[in-house]
């Protein structure tokens, strides 16, 4: 549709190029004095009118944009050139007696429409203000102290301020637009004054959390702020005196006032060696989100000889590599935060500078550092190298100052690995430190910090070139406007989380009551014990996890063992039925079996050698053939001794092809399973392949879950700490390396299984139960745990059947008689409905806090505008002081009610549901 009128569009845009229907106009609109000749650009309207009239006009508006006609065409000229003078100190249009020019009338002012100079006047009267006073009090920010020369308006900081946050834009980028916006050609000159607009929007920034914490209104001042003082708090978590019960520490849920913690560092967040605290100190010190920079670094020196502990865990290259990541370059590696884990927002005085790597003295000063402003008793961990960290944690503490030594052995903690990392632990892990089987910590997945990246990450291009005061003022104010975010938007959040937490209760504690339902009749004293056992080990973490799993079994080595085993007792009872001294059924069948592995091993390599393969790879290939050809043979001539049936069925398939002698790959080896069932075959060589086949097909799943996680833990390291095309390169062969050994693992596990199936009913196995454990494997099967199918969630997915098969034969009962797999699904079961449930009562009472903490906070603004804090002689000071405090108030209020009112129908809701489930 807009295509057909754009010629209507673009003969416009060329029209406001001209007079616009004022070309026969011989007097201004406003006077009439004749040839009318100036317009301006930022009024409404394209009227001409004379200098005295534009001149008149712009009194309230000095930095408007003008353009003069010439005869010919519009030429851009300015209010300073038509004698406009900006007179400060008085109100405006009065004049001054004893004026002051500025500087030969070249000031700078830097505006939303671009930089301007202007003709300014300040006050040079007896009561006059400093002209620092007389810029501000127009709302003109001045680049120095003494004597300026520059100012920023406050709409122009204001602005980017904001572009800031919202699109990450640098000050180089957002001031060089405002000078083209001046210029567009080069042509003019505008003076430079990106410094000055750097040093303003560093001090604008500052200035604004000073207002927003209320210093402004304290006794104390700006240097009576305390440390993490104007940090902008989390409203759902608990804070004593804030938002909790009087009674607190006495309730019998003691979970529901546990304070949820999320460790993690950052590497994007770097610094160059750039500039040192001398020349580039901080405003703040330790104000807000970092720690105060003297302390942390003069503790870091002194604890420069700590060694870094190894991990006894799988996954830990951020334990394990942390002394060796590179720092060429640079003085800063990344940035190391504690959050509150369950609403993602940045605690006072936890952020600090990594030197090297994630190293725990840094992690251990942010922790301790950021306790210091709690007094609650259960604290709930989160990091994902919490098995690894929280080892020797209090013995570390002892090294701090005292006054962050922690009362632990009077507190609860408990320490979690987040979700998503969780599958690249070893299995221990895995239960130990899940979020998923503790109790009293809802539906938390401690993955908070790495959804806070993504928003803070564009800065770091920016950042990572300031010094290190500049760095962490901007920084401090990125996270102050994410926090402040977070809270504005409590009121959608914690309802879209009840509105998903209140079916999923229901869901899961239905599905838990079938399940014991249905279990209760055969196993009803068992379920009991299990109860007792998973109770236990919620109440004390040391007692028997439940959730683990015994070590499995069955491999191909321990039923190898078993055949050499049941081969000795042939010997001494005289039974023993070997053909050949070297060689005996067992052994026959076991050799079979890896000359069947090779093969496939062969077949693989082979296919990715592509069609231009070397002299030097196509000559190990075939040195590689004629070895197993030849061990092909060797084996072969045994296998005749055991199944001589076997020569007459070769020299038969020989003449068929001819006597073309086939690849070794491709050498049928004719195992008992390739036997037609009509063909006779000693029961006794299916039976020892039926149990090999049993052990490799549970090798094969084993190499397939312990690639999986190997593959989960390569990429989660490649996406967080590799850059460049080497590193990524590298990464991508080793991957590709892991997935071959996935589909070698899914290949070898298809043929035990189709073995299986074939030999079970030869030996008397379709009953046992096996295919329970040994299901058919599909591609969607081979994932890990945390690969989510389509159409499934986090708290709805499923796990495939290779993660929760059964490592042992159905008849294999745990110590108390019942099946091992049964017992951890019933615990899961269980687990999966009191968390739902947990999250509810968990969700129910955040809300009441945030709805008590913007009282809290709102009677103490209330407070701030009584004026009892400060008594100023400065009458206008003081009704400021009050119309702020009173704005800040009326905000916490309303955004209570507006919680309260969107929560209403949901939380009816929520006591409904608590009445039906008191009344059955």
């Not at 840094?362 to 919490?386: E, G, K, Q």
């Not at 159409?791 to 495939?800: A, F, H, Y």
Request: hydrophobic share 35%.
């Amino acid at each position: 549709m807009w295509l057909k009128h754009r010629g209507i569009f673009l003969r416009e845009f060329i029209r406001l190029e001209g007079r616009c229907g004022q070309a026969s106009a011989q007097s201004c609109l406003e006077c009439n004095r004749p040839s009318p000749e100036y317009r301006c650009e930022d009024c409404l309207g394209s009227e001409l009118y004379c200098t005295t009239c534009i001149l008149s006009a712009h009194v309230r508006h000095p930095l408007h944009r003008l353009q003069r006609w010439n005869g010919q065409y519009f030429e851009q000229t300015s209010l300073k050139t038509l004698g406009l003078r900006i007179q400060l100190g008085h109100t405006t249009g009065q004049k001054c007696l004893n004026p002051q020019r500025a500087f030969n009338d070249d000031f700078v002012v830097v505006d939303t429409r671009g930089i301007h100079e202007v003709a300014l006047d300040f006050c040079n009267c007896a009561t006059a203000e400093s002209h620092m006073q007389q810029l501000l009090r127009i709302s003109w920010f001045p680049s120095t102290t003494s004597d300026p020369k520059t100012a920023a308006t406050f709409s122009v900081l204001e602005q980017y301020h904001l572009l800031s946050f919202e699109s990450k834009i640098s000050t180089y980028e957002f001031y060089h637009a405002l000078r083209r916006m001046s210029d567009n050609t080069g042509l003019l000159p505008v003076k430079d004054r990106y410094e000055s607009f750097l040093r303003m929007i560093r001090e604008w920034r500052h200035l604004k959390m000073l207002k927003r914490s209320g210093r402004g209104h304290e006794a104390s001042g700006i240097d009576g702020t305390a440390e993490g003082e104007c940090a902008i708090l989390c409203p759902a978590c608990p804070h004593p005196g804030k938002n909790l019960p009087a009674d607190w520490k006495d309730a019998p849920r003691q979970w529901l006032y546990g304070l949820f913690l999320a460790i993690d560092a950052n590497f994007r967040l770097k610094r160059k060696a750039v500039s040192n605290d001398n020349v580039d100190p901080s405003l703040s010190r330790g104000w807000g989100y970092f720690v105060e920079e003297d302390a942390y670094k003069g503790f870091l020196h002194d604890s420069a000889d700590s060694i870094q502990e190894k991990s006894m865990c799988s996954s830990h290259a951020a334990v394990n590599m942390a002394d060796t990541k590179s720092n060429r370059g640079l003085a800063v590696t990344g940035l190391g935060t504690i959050d509150c884990a369950r609403h993602n927002m940045k605690r006072p005085n936890a952020v600090g500078d990594l030197q090297k790597g994630e190293r725990y003295i840094n992690m251990d000063y942010l922790f301790f550092s950021t306790l210091r402003h709690t007094v609650l008793d259960t604290l709930n961990v989160s990091y994902d190298i919490a098995c690894q960290w929280h080892k020797r944690l209090w013995h570390r503490m002892s090294a701090f100052p005292f006054s962050m030594h922690l009362s632990h052995t009077v507190k609860t903690v408990s320490f979690f690995v987040p979700k998503f990392h969780l599958p690249a632990h070893i299995e221990q892990c895995q239960t130990s430190f899940s979020f998923n089987f503790k109790s009293g910590v809802g539906r938390t997945d401690g993955e908070a910090p790495e959804r806070g990246w993504a928003n803070i990450n564009p800065v770091a291009s920016s950042t990572k070139e300031m010094g290190p005061g500049a760095r962490r003022d901007t920084l401090d104010d990125y996270f102050g406007d994410s926090n402040w975010k977070k809270l504005v938007g409590l009121g959608s959040t914690m309802l879209r989380k009840m509105k998903d937490a209140l079916p999923e209760r229901e869901n899961h504690r239905e599905a838990f009551e079938d399940l014991d339902d249905g279990l209760r009749g055969e196993y009803g004293a068992t379920l009991e014990q299990w109860r007792e056992q998973v109770e236990a080990w919620e109440r004390d973490a040391a007692q028997p996890n439940p959730f683990e799993r015994k070590a499995e079994s069955i491999t191909m080595a321990s039923v190898r063992l078993e055949l050499a085993r049941e081969d000795q007792i042939d010997l001494q009872t005289g039974t023993y039925l070997a053909l050949h001294e070297d060689c005996t059924p067992s052994v026959l069948i076991s050799t079979g079996l890896e000359l069947e592995e090779q093969q496939r091993r062969m077949k693989a390599d082979r296919a990715g050698l592509g069609v231009h393969a070397t002299d030097n790879q196509e000559g190990k290939m075939l040195q590689r053939s004629n070895t197993l050809r030849r061990r092909i043979d060797a084996w072969g001539k045994m296998q005749e001794l055991y199944m001589p049936f076997l020569a007459a069925l070769r020299a038969s398939e020989a003449s068929v092809s001819n006597n073309v002698a086939a690849a070794p790959e491709a050498i049928k080896l004719w195992l008992p399973s390739h036997i037609s069932r009509t063909s006779p075959c000693d029961t006794r060589l299916q039976a020892i392949e039926w149990k090999l086949r049993y052990g490799q097909a549970h090798d094969a799943l084993r190499s397939l879950r312990s690639n999986l996680r190997a593959l989960t833990a390569i990429l989660k390291y490649k996406d967080r700490h590799l850059r460049g095309q080497g590193a990524n390169t590298r990464a991508r062969n080793t991957l590709k390396a892991v997935e071959a050994r996935i589909e070698a693992a899914a290949s070898t596990y298809e043929h035990a299984r189709k073995s299986l199936v074939v030999l079970a009913p030869r030996v008397n196995q379709t009953q046992s139960g096996w295919h329970s454990s040994l299901r058919p494997l599909d591609r969607a099967d081979i994932r890990s745990m945390t690969d989510i199918l389509w159409g499934e969630s986090e708290g709805t997915r499923k796990l495939s059947w290779i993660w929760s098969m059964r490592g042992a034969a159905p008849n294999e009962m745990d110590n108390d008689n019942t099946l091992e797999d049964m017992r951890i699904e019933w615990c899961k079961a269980r687990a999966r409905a009191m968390r739902w449930a947990e999250e509810v009562e968990l969700l129910k009472e955040e809300m009441r806090r945030i709805l008590q903490f913007f009282e809290w906070d709102a009677q103490r603004w209330d407070e701030r505008g009584l004026g009892n804090a400060l008594q100023l002689d400065d009458a206008d000071q003081h009704e400021g002081q009050m119309a702020y405090a009173k704005r800040q108030a009326v905000l916490r209020r309303m955004l209570a009610e507006s919680f309260k009112t969107s929560w209403a129908d949901t939380l009816a809701l929520v006591d409904t549901f608590e009445d039906m489930d008191l009344s059955t």
